[in-house]
């Protein structure tokens, strides 16, 4: 059976406790938009044109369901087997150091839309700033403590900025500067 009955009336469990808590709450609120944005990830990697992006999305589509683990238990309850860490943050660090190597970019906003595959990672890279802003609020409130969450979260949308734009030279297409004077 794919469904429980449980959340008919606007409730769901978080994990390790007996703790129900309405659907809008900031935590099923971060977690659901953490998965919104591994959807996105999923529609980016069936569009990326090269390995490199497709082999990236999916180790961040796997941290991403750590994550959401992470922020899906209920308050009080110490695990120790799903946390982001500091070797998530340096991973995403290097992975974008070696593409903005790569990847040169001039000083100029750029518009989404040049490539498939980069338009996708540029909508996949708002919808993990929209989870960072949740989630660095749930660690402002004191309802969730792993700083190296909020850093990779941070790293990650430097990621996928980068990501797409290496995903719109791979199509052979130049990025679109916002300012049209910055086209020239």
């Known amino acids: 059976m794919f469904y429980t009955r449980k959340g008919d009336e606007g409730y769901t469990d ?24 591994s959807a996105a990830l999923g529609l980016a990697r069936a569009l990326a044109q090269h390995e490199r992006t497709k082999a990236l999305i999916i180790q961040v589509q796997r941290d991403l369901y750590l994550l959401m683990a992470e922020l899906a238990f209920a308050p009080g309850i110490e695990q120790e087997r799903y946390h982001i860490t500091a070797e998530h943050v340096a991973r995403i660090e290097r992975e974008t150091d070696a593409l903005a190597a790569d990847v040169p970019l001039g000083r100029h906003f750029i518009l989404p839309g040049d490539s ?15 989870a960072e802003r949740l989630v660095v609020r749930l660690a402002h409130e004191g309802a969730f403590d792993n700083p190296q969450a909020l ?18 030279r791979v199509a052979g297409v130049t990025p679109t500067p916002a300012k049209a004077e910055d086209a020239s």
């Open 14 to 37: 978080l994990l390790g406790g007996r703790t129900r808590v309405a659907k809008y709450h900031p935590q099923p609120d971060a977690y659901g938009t953490l998965d919104e944005a």
């Open 116 to 130: 498939l595959g980069g338009a996708a990672l540029d909508l996949a890279r708002t919808i993990v700033r929209r």
């Open 151 to 168: 850093a990779y979260l941070n790293r990650l949308s430097s990621l996928l900025f980068i990501l797409a734009r290496f995903e719109d």
